[in-house]
């Protein structure tokens, strides 16, 4: 079990930000379940189109979801239609808007974490603040290649084979969880 998590080698000047007045809340993509939205989101970036494309996983501040092109996006429909949704979204540059993106939202959500080996630092509120040599139990994610971690919900889980078919994808960076730091 893999966590795909945010590429540290993606530029920070291609960082998209989520059009809050134009999109539907951002909020609605940590609920895991068939979205019916009104509205196509939009994410705005400060460069053009070019820049963006060179990209299979693009980075944005609005949230738990991640943006993946096409080609991507036909290799988690190919390997886990059934735990995701892929929702149409509007990129717009400073050239002109890409639209043949897609935001993967997480339908399948596990509760993962292996509370008795990994050290986890609770605010007074019970908010989950560190986390301390994460261990996750494995055997929860049997049945599917790619799961929303339910008690960090921006951590995405994915399995061996899925992680094979899409590491290679620029703009992915899958973690083990002896990598992992919160």
Do not use: C
Not at 107 to 114: Q, S
Not at 150 to 164: C, M, Q, R, T
Request: hydrophobic fraction near 40%; charged fraction near 30%.
């Amino acid at each position: 079990m893999y966590i795909w998590y945010f590429s540290e080698d993606y530029p920070h000047k291609l960082v998209g930000e989520y059009d809050r007045k134009n999109s539907p809340d951002r909020f609605l993509f940590r609920q895991s379940k068939f979205l019916n939205l009104e509205k196509t989101p939009q994410v705005i970036f400060e460069v053009k189109k070019d820049r963006i494309l060179k990209f299979h996983n693009i980075e944005h501040n609005g949230g738990s979801f991640k943006i993946v092109s096409p080609e991507l996006a036909a290799v988690l429909e190919k390997y886990a239609k059934d735990d995701i949704q892929l929702i149409d979204v509007i990129l717009k540059t400073k050239n002109g808007d890409i639209t043949n993106y897609k935001i993967l939202h997480m339908i399948k959500e596990i509760e993962a974490i292996d509370k008795e080996k990994t050290q986890i630092e609770y605010s007074p509120n019970e908010v989950m603040l560190r986390l301390n040599n994460l261990k996750l139990l494995h055997n929860k994610m049997k049945d599917t290649n790619i799961a929303l971690l339910s008690e960090i919900k921006g951590f995405i889980l994915i399995s061996e084979l899925l992680k094979e078919k899409i590491e290679y994808f620029k703009g992915v960076s899958i973690l083990s969880e002896d990598e992992m730091e919160y």
